[in-house]
């Protein structure tokens, strides 16, 4: 079986989530609601014999990747092919508190995988068309927003999915653009912000189309809009004691779940309450003050990690 994607942090988070029960040798489940091929699953899996885990993920085509990959554990493993979110609110609401995660594990975004081997117009390297579904019975594509999103609403997407410098003038050239033909595939898309962006800028270490990339796919799966009800989901679904972990890839997300957890450890606001002055009662406690990252040796032995970030919180 082969896969493309390395896991990140694989050491950090087997520290950060291990909990009491599994340090102790006890039965302990995972949610591993980003399966993808199931790198981190395979980690955790390996290493704690006592582990049940479900492994959760939108994309019905990675998902028997990992099917295929994590075999060897048996029933150890079960698939839950979907949305983490719907997966999470339904464990929360139907589940007795004894049978509820104690890990769950959040590996945002998308894998290596989607940008090799997807062919769904992820990666601006590509000649394929302009898709970007995670979950491809969803809509719309990336294509039918650059076809049907106002010139504003462009701009705004780029602006605030991927804080796109030069949103404006991306936003003009593809209205422009379509006027002529439809945008379709990955290529066309690459060589419009190319011709977009100022000359000064087109050499630079981050190719001029990624942010355009990164924010079309954000806006087609929702990832941003989705992040805090996810989060909440994933919080409530936990059982006492039991702890979250979340890998980012960017600021904008990184942030969202920053403040999340802070509000979850302070009882939000300043941790008192404006009313009565009087301590709120706390969620959690912080495992991880600031992020995480890779070490040297991992950012140099898979390139994307670097901008990896992990955060981690026990359920109080
Ligand atoms: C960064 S990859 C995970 C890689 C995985 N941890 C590994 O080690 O192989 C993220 C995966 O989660 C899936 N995904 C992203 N957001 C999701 C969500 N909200 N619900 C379900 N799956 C999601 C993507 O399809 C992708 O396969």
Redesign the pocket.
């Known amino acids: 079986m082969t896969?493309v994607?390395?896991?990140?942090l694989?050491e950090e988070l087997v520290r950060f989530l291990a909990t009491e029960r599994l340090a102790a040798k006890a039965e302990e489940y995972m949610v591993?609601?980003?399966?993808?091929?199931?790198?981190?699953?395979?980690?955790f899996l390996s290493r704690f014999p006592n582990l049940q885990v479900t492994g959760?993920?939108?994309?019905k085509e990675?998902?028997n990747v990992?099917r295929e990959r994590l075999k060897e554990f048996g029933g150890r493993i079960e698939f839950y092919r979907?949305?983490?979110?719907d997966?999470l609110s339904r464990l929360g609401a139907g589940e007795a508190p004894g049978t509820l995660p104690g890990i769950i594990?959040?590996?945002?975004?998308?894998?290596l995988?989607?940008y090799q081997k997807g062919d769904r117009g992820f990666s601006f390297r590509g000649t394929e068309a302009l898709d970007m579904r995670?979950d491809t019975e969803s809509s719309p594509s990336a294509a039918e927003i650059l076809a049907s999103y106002s010139e504003a609403a462009l701009a705004d997407m780029l602006f605030f999915n991927a804080e796109e410098r030069y949103s404006r003038r991306i936003a003009r050239a593809v209205v422009e653009a379509r006027r002529r033909a439809a945008i379709s595939d990955a290529c066309t898309l690459e060589r419009l912000v190319w011709e977009a962006v100022p000359a000064a800028c087109r050499h630079r270490r981050l190719h001029p189309a990624t942010k355009t990339f990164q924010a079309l796919r954000v806006e087609v799966?929702g990832?941003l809009k989705?992040l805090p009800g996810?989060l909440r989901s994933a919080f409530s679904a936990l059982r006492p004691g039991g702890r979250l972990g979340v890998?980012t890839?960017n600021s904008l997300e990184d942030r969202i779940v920053k403040n999340f957890f802070r509000d979850r450890a302070t009882g939000g606001g300043n941790g008192f309450s404006r009313l009565s002055g009087t301590p709120i009662l706390k969620e959690a406690l912080l495992l991880t003050v600031k992020p995480v990252t890779p070490s040297r040796k991992e950012a140099e032995a898979n390139p994307p990690s670097r901008s990896a970030k992990l955060r981690a919180l026990e359920k109080l």
Not at 32 to 43: F, I, K, M, Q, Y
Not at 56 to 59: L, T
Not at 105 to 111: A, F, Q, T
Request: glycine share 10%; charged share 15%; aromatic share 8%.
């Open positions: 896969t994607h390395t896991p990140v694989p591993d609601c980003t399966l993808g091929e199931g790198g981190h699953s395979a980690v959760v993920d939108a994309d990675i998902i990992a979907g949305w983490a979110q997966f594990l959040l590996d945002l975004g998308v894998s995988y989607h995670i799966n990832e989705k996810l890998i890839f």
